[in-house]
């Protein structure tokens, strides 16, 4: 999961400003993802990222509101704790409280949405870290029905600060990074924090009908990316009339269900174009999810984005921009 050739030499510490287009490549251990602000102007990203063979552990701090969007690493277990009041982000189609955590197995969908800016205390560990456990954590953690939580706000204050102050650390002696006795003692700390502080019962509590219905929507769209939906085709498969169905969709994802659609299909082309194999192009990533107008494909995509796709794909084919691992490297964050 956690390579790197700077892995070899123990590990590191990163301190990044970014801007949109390259923000989602700085969150720990997730090149494949999307980061797109949700109002208009830049969207600037500042991150503090310590990288350990099986530890990625990160404060972000996001300039506006924004959309991120992408999958989980092959043996991952991904978990962040908004350190913003909780109620402005949406998480999965599903509303915070002040002892929600974002939280997913290897390879699950995440998407979140957060209608401030605001910060997050991210981290990766790998699923093998939890010994025993780590399957069942995987399984727990991939399951779309479960709703991780703190166990109580103690054990959320707790996990932040000590969380924090290894990043302090790890900031005012680099050295640190490289400590292998450091790594395995972090490593095994957090999973026992992990283990003893979240709920095994998390459970999602009652919400409106309009949010059930533009989850229930979200979910058809989002398997029938390519295909034409009418708008009546979405009310009967989320059970909800057009007035409901719109203004969950709104509150819950921040767009109407056609601009979800279109957004989606442009990280699908964005997530291709970041991690290329032999072969890829624009136009062929671009008609992989039903872009046909071309013209009209670039305007979006750089209004979203803030680069044309061609730009995107360039810098993802610099060997420079990119470590091994996917992650920027040391000149491409400076």
Not at 122 to 148: N, T
Not at 159 to 164: C, K, N, P, R, S
Not at 237 to 266: C, D, I
């Amino acid at each position: 999961m956690l390579t790197d050739q700077r892995l070899f030499l123990g590990g590191w510490v990163d301190s990044i400003e970014t801007d949109a287009p390259h923000a989602a490549e700085v969150v720990p251990g997730w090149r494949n993802g999307v980061v797109v602000p949700m109002e208009p102007g830049p969207l600037r990203l500042r991150s503090t990222v310590l990288h350990t063979p099986g530890v990625r552990l990160g404060r972000l701090e996001f300039s506006c509101g924004h959309r991120y969007h992408g999958s989980v690493p092959a043996e991952t277990v991904f978990l962040a704790f908004p350190l913003t009041p909780p109620e402005r982000i949406v998480f999965n189609g599903r509303h915070l409280d002040a002892l929600s955590i974002v939280a997913g197995g290897p390879g699950r969908e995440i998407e979140l949405f957060s209608r401030v800016s605001g910060q997050h205390l991210v981290m990766s560990i790998r699923a093998s870290s939890f010994g025993a456990s780590s399957e069942a954590w995987s399984k727990r953690l991939g399951d779309e029905g479960w709703s991780p939580r703190s166990r109580s706000p103690e054990h959320r204050r707790v996990l932040v600060e000590f969380a924090t102050s290894v990043l302090s650390a790890a900031q005012a002696a680099p050295s640190l990074a490289r400590n292998a006795t450091f790594h395995q003692g972090l490593e095994r700390r957090l999973v026992r924090m992990l283990d003893v502080g979240i709920s095994r019962e998390g459970t999602v509590g009652n919400e409106p009908e309009r949010r059930r219905a533009a989850r229930a929507a979200q979910r058809y769209l989002a398997s029938n990316l390519r295909k034409r939906i009418s708008v009546a085709e979405l009310c009967l498969v989320a059970g909800a009339n057009e007035r409901t169905l719109q203004r969950g969709f709104l509150e819950t994802y921040g767009l109407t269900p056609k601009a979800y659609v279109v957004s989606r299909r442009l990280d699908l082309v964005r997530r291709q174009l970041l991690a290329p194999s032999e072969g890829t192009t624009v136009t062929a990533a671009a008609t992989s999810v039903g872009f046909f107008h071309f013209g009209r494909f670039a305007e979006a995509y750089r209004r979203l984005f803030g680069e044309s796709p061609s730009a995107t794909l360039r810098r993802a084919l610099e060997p420079s921009a990119v470590s091994v691992s996917g992650y920027p490297s040391r000149s491409a964050t400076v």
